[in-house]
């Protein structure tokens, strides 16, 4: 079974338009990260998140992690068509195990 | 310069065929890995290495063989390949295990 779900699979929206992202763990994480990946291309890195609670921003893009750091959200505030591509959150769950979501797929309508 | 390269970024093979795949990082990171992107774009850790030394082995192939001659290399090495194989294969590298990983642009292998 999967260690992370994300919701949704898939998003399309319209440019200037807010979208958020889950991701959800039933074990509690040590640590949360968020990758994109443009179509075709390799992961980037965004944010990491470790403590329960933890907001980070960059740009129009805030992640954030729950208090019991099961659940991270990512947002995306005023969607641009340069944010499309698949988001995926990574976990470690246990020292030197590391596990990613299925990803979600953002294509941003202009 | 880029940071994590793997080589080569397409691969079209026969069933059958042995073929590798490497992977530089130039990072001065302890830890490498590498990871299968299937069709629906899940990724799945298959090896981890941390100093040269293997840590992580998830349940792969026997085919499937990686090795690492130094700490800013680990090569994927698959004997007798199956088309079941096909799939995006992305190397990563952290600066210990468990820190963020940072990935290689990826190596589309085809199988025929």
């Known amino acids: 079974s999967q260690e992370l779900e994300q919701s949704p699979q898939s998003l399309i929206v319209q440019e200037g338009k807010n979208l958020t992202i889950n991701c959800t763990s039933s074990k509690t994480l040590y640590g949360l990260y968020w990758y994109k990946q443009k179509y075709g291309e390799g992961l980037i890195f965004l944010m990491m998140l470790q403590k329960g609670g933890e907001e980070k921003s960059h740009e129009k893009i805030t992640a954030k992690l729950d208090e019991k750091k099961q659940q991270s959200s990512l947002h995306i505030t005023a969607s641009q068509p340069s944010h499309a591509g698949i988001y995926l959150c990574?976990?470690?769950?246990?020292?030197?195990?590391?596990?990613f979501g299925s990803g979600t797929k953002l294509n941003v309508k202009p | 310069d880029t940071a994590v390269s793997q080589t080569p970024k397409y691969l079209v093979t026969q069933m059958g065929n042995d073929k590798s795949i490497k992977c530089e990082q130039n990072l001065g990171h302890d830890t490498m890995y590498w990871y299968k992107q299937d069709s629906k774009k899940f990724l799945k850790i298959m090896f981890s290495y941390n100093n040269k030394e293997l840590i992580i082995n998830e349940t792969v192939p026997n085919r499937f063989s990686p090795k690492s001659p130094d700490k800013a290399h680990l090569n994927l090495h698959i004997n007798s390949l199956e088309l079941g194989d096909s799939a995006v294969y992305f190397c990563?590298?952290?600066?210990?295990?468990?820190?963020?990983?940072?990935f290689g642009p990826g190596t589309r292998l085809t199988v025929t």
């Open positions: 990574g976990a470690d769950s246990n020292f030197n195990k590391f596990y």
């Open positions: 990563a590298s952290s600066q210990v295990a468990g820190s963020e990983q940072y």
